[in-house]
């Protein structure tokens, strides 16, 4: 197991989740880790890939959102 302390994924902004995500499937990839230590690379990786998911869907919403408040807002 790692003895460096993890951020909370909740805290990390899309561009460190997933920078730690490319890390992960890079370690994972590399093998030579004791299954304990890949199940838990692999959990992590799991939380970070949701993290990125939610990050891009806030930001589609976002942007679904201007765009209609803009065609709204648009004179006829």
Known sequence: MSDIAEPDISSLSYEQARAELVTTV???EA???PLEESLR???RGEALADRCQNWLDGAR???EKA???RE???PE
Request: no cysteine; net charge neutral.
């Open 26 to 28: 890079n370690r994972l």
């Open 31 to 33: 093998g030579n880790l």
């Open 41 to 43: 690379l692999w959990e």
């Open 61 to 63: 919403d976002k942007l």
């Open 67 to 69: 765009k209609a408040a």
């Open 72 to 74: 709204d807002a648009a």
